[in-house]
């Protein structure tokens, strides 16, 4: 079975018409894990047995004329959401050895609708990391060009689907850790309006920020498996109650008077020229479909980096203060009392990375910086906020690179946490407004490593951000391009 060349929705499409059934293609799938993952380390979990049954259960539902539109299709999951009986570490010692006792929403919806676990894909540690290098399970390699990262922190399920070893992959956003990723793999991936995905049994970062999301090759892949995705939650407290749509049927509005804003701030300094000539060539794709371009102005966009990494690291030390080896979760083999058994237990468990970020969370948090650091970000994260909401004004999507650069090699950002940070400089922004956005590839630049161009949308926009983005697709390729070859897939 070729899966280099198959849409979801053909994917779908073989499965009702049974010229194939589900069992057969989850087996092909974890075959082409088997054979490829060896060295580009997407999984830290697969569980051919667990998958195999699930898939023997939506071919009974399917041959009974039941199910849905993921009925029988492999869905990746990223290990920061639970799943009952699956091992969950979210790329952590810390929970090395924890099996989750309950699935997260996310994992139920997909699990009601039929499609099967394929397994849970490496992350950085926490979901904390713009590389995939902190991982406890090891590192993530771009398939495109192994010796470079593939992104982070969902840098496995990236990796997974660029590489054709799952069709459709959960992950998650906090600063950019879809798009991002999505960016440096040459795929597509959205990152849903705050709230509009349940975060109930995501292993929590940053809560104020975390929000789930899918990666997959095209924009009309993303609309197949996005209604599964969203809906509401009265267990998870920011979860809103919005009507329910079907993202597929809403994909061919025409791009005819579109008015597409380009933030100045964007696409000045800093940005790789070989980035830029390949946005300019996206862009004048959409002029030749109708779009209109109008520039307009994020003035404090430059504070979203400082912003995000004062209220993040804020939250996420309170969040992991959790893993004190009472519970659950990873405990020191040595100690003397209850004291020296927490302090051991967080420093064996947890990696330097996400050590640095509790540190810094505790810091601005502790009496006589809240107010100096906290609370101020606080108030410039309105700004930041503003900023968007009087763009959309001027415009109907906003456009700009994903990225500064291509993918980096491994290493070359590590020494300096400023510059890794500094890689998400144009993602950041869209979480601290909770807006939706998403990355779709665009080209290449001359090492072979793909360029993303992301689509930024108002509140509750992620129809028009698809039906966009898919409208740039139906007249370019670079979506079905698949690692290894560089041509269509």
Known sequence: MNLDDTSLRALCAGLRERTFSSEELTRAYLQRIERHDTHLGCFITVDPERSLAQARAADVRLARGEGGPLTGIPVAHKDIFCAEGWRTTCGSRMLSNFVAPYDAHVIQRFNEAGAVILGKTNMDEFAMGSSNETSFYGPVHNPWQTAHVPGGSSGGSAAAVAARLAPLATATDTGGSIRQPAAFCGISGLKPTYGRVSRYGMIAF?????????????????????GTLVGFDERD??????????????????LEGLRIGLPRQYFGAGVDPEVAQALEEALRVYES??????????????????????????EASSNLSRYDGVRYGWRAQQYGDLDE????????????????RILTGAYVLSQGYYDAYYLQAQRVRRLIQ????????????LMGPTTPSTAFRFGDK??????????????????????PGMSIPVGFDGQGLPVGLQLIGPHFSEARLLAVAHGYQQATDWHARAPGRGEKA
């Open 206 to 226: 940053a809560s104020s920020l975390d929000q789930g999301g899918l990666m997959a090759p095209s924009a009309a892949d993303l609309a197949w498996g996005l």
């Open 386 to 397: 503003q900023d968007f909401l009087q763009a959309f004004e001027q415009c109907d999507v």
């Open 341 to 356: 058994m927490i302090a051991r237990s967080r420093a064996e468990g947890f990696g330097a990375e996400v050590k640095l």
């Open 237 to 254: 407290a920011t979860s809103l109650a919005r009507p329910a749509e079907d993202f597929s049927t809403q994909l061919e509005p025409s």
């Open 289 to 314: 479909r109708g779009a209109r371009l109008v520039e307009v102005d994020l003035p404090h966009s430059d504070l979203s980096v400082p912003v995000y990494y004062v209220l993040a690291p804020a």
């Open 414 to 435: 590590g020494s300096d946490p400023v510059q890794m940070y500094l890689s998400d400089i144009f993602t950041i922004g869209v979480n601290l407004a909770g807006l």
